[in-house]
């Protein structure tokens, strides 16, 4: 947590003190960079014989799960907003901007899921789980708190650096709710990842088609 802890800071100061496109590439260099730090130093110590065994069950799982998400969002948003419009990237002559490939694709399709879930799920699920049932001797327990208290520390992490609605904050909950529920079912992080990169892939998706098709 202090790892991350440092890295929010350094991102916030990139952010305010630099700004702009070299400001934001900064503040994820640093939040990365804490985030990556962390699961370098919890992996070299230790990690469950299981977690980092492959399922085709996890694919699986990854898919079902990340478009179950998706679509979850939308009807919150539904709700929330009381229309149902396409997303855009925003441009006037309906074609994507030129750091959409990095910022649009590869940021949040896979950088950043793969970062988070190792983090959230990899390590603090994990240290927190252990640590609950060596306290308790109750596996009900450990999954309840290690679930709990990611999901929140997830939601918080969003918090930061971005303004949320509440559907908004209902679906990062949710996401985080079912992605620890994953690695707490199955003792491995692939499933997880995976549904993570399938529903910021769908969202993606969708805004590339919203763009060019407007």
Known sequence: MLLLGAGILLATLADRLVGGTLGSALSL???????????????????????????????????????????????????????????????????????????????PVVIAP????????????????????????????????AISVTTVLFIGLHLVFDTYTWWSVATLGLVGIVCAGLVVATARIWGAVLTHIVFNGVAVAMLVVGTIGA
């Open 29 to 107: 260099a640093a939040l990365w960079g804490g985030m990556l730090a962390a699961i370098i130093l919890a992996f070299a110590r230790s990690r469950p014989r299981m977690l980092l065994r492959f399922h085709p069950f996890d694919l699986l799982y990854g898919i079902v799960l990340g478009v179950l998400l998706r679509f979850t969002q939308g009807f919150l948003e539904i709700a929330g907003t009381r229309t149902a419009a396409w997303p855009t990237a925003g441009t006037l002559d309906g074609s994507l901007p030129a750091s959409f490939w990095f910022d649009g694709v590869l940021a």
């Open 114 to 145: 793969v970062l988070e879930e190792f983090f959230f799920r990899a390590v603090l699920l994990v240290a927190i789980f252990t640590a609950v049932r060596r306290m308790t001797n109750s596996r009900s327990w450990a999954g309840f708190a």
